[in-house]
T-cell receptor, first 112, second 114 residues
Framework: QKEVEQDPGPLSVPEGAIVSLNCTYSNSAFQYFMWYRQYSRKGPELLMYTYSSGNKEDGRFTAQVDKSSKYISLFIRDSQPSDSATYLC????????????FGQGTRLTINP | EAQVTQNPRYLITVTGKKLTVTCSQN?????MSWYRQDPGLGLRQIYYSMNVEVTDKGDVPEGYKVSRKEKRNFPLILESPSPNQTSLYFC?????????????FGDGTRLSIL
């Protein structure tokens, strides 16, 4: 079983829709959670990060962590065609650990 | 412009022929890392380096070597490449290691080993 599971999609939604992207994980030691966005033929770029359980909002993006369920989500409001990309979740056991574990990524397309 | 530069971007080669993928960053970052990205498996860490002359294995180090003689450079060496090392490779760097330190990724190197 993979430490981090992410539905690879593809996911296709109309412009303006609310998008929900999710990851589940098995390692209860994970405390730090990140979302990366990867455009085609580019390297991933950090979108948001959060620590432990709770919500974090940044513009149209909200990251949510539920440690009791080992489940994290990224919500995109008012989705735009420019949001079309692959979204990868990543997590780490503790601040000092030099290891990020990534999900396999969800390919998202926003249709105009 | 702050960036991580990988070379080559694309390479097709044959089994057993040693190759090096270079990685250079111009941000004076301490932490550097190599990942490979495969369909259905996501990004997996190969090696990382906390600073000059400090390197350690990631999840999939077999068949790879690295060195960190200078802060800006972190080459990935395949001494005897095999077809199962065909993949998309990314180099990344950050100021220091930490969950809130954004890792800056290069644009990737696509390797095909025949």
């Amino acid at each position: 079983q993979k430490e981090v599971e992410q539905d690879p999609g593809p996911l296709s939604v109309p412009e303006g829709a609310i998008v929900s992207l999710n990851c589940t994980y098995s390692n209860s030691a994970f405390q730090y959670f990140m979302w990366y966005r990867q455009y085609s033929r580019k390297g991933p770029e950090l979108l948001m990060y959060t620590y432990s359980s709770g919500n974090k909002e940044d513009g149209r993006f909200t990251a949510q962590v539920d440690k009791s369920s080992k489940y994290i989500s990224l919500f995109i409001r008012d989705s735009q065609p420019s949001d079309s990309a692959t979204y990868l979740c990543a997590m780490s056991a503790m601040a000092g650990a030099q290891k990020l574990v990534f999900g396999q990524g969800t390919r998202l397309t926003i249709n105009p | 412009e702050a960036q991580v530069t990988q070379n080559p971007r694309y390479l097709i080669t044959v089994t057993g022929k040693k190759l090096t993928v270079t990685c250079s960053q111009n941000m004076n970052h301490e932490y550097m890392s190599w990942y490979r990205q495969d369909p259905g498996l996501g990004l997996r860490q190969i090696y990382y380096s906390m600073n000059v002359e400090v390197t350690d294995k990631g999840d999939v180090p077999e068949g790879y070597k690295v060195s960190r003689k200078e802060k800006r450079n972190f080459p990935l060496i395949l001494e005897s490449p095999s077809p199962n090392q065909t993949s998309l490779y990314f180099c990344a760097s950050s100021f220091k290691w930490g969950f809130n330190q954004p890792q800056h990724f290069g644009d990737g190197t696509r390797l095909s080993i025949l």
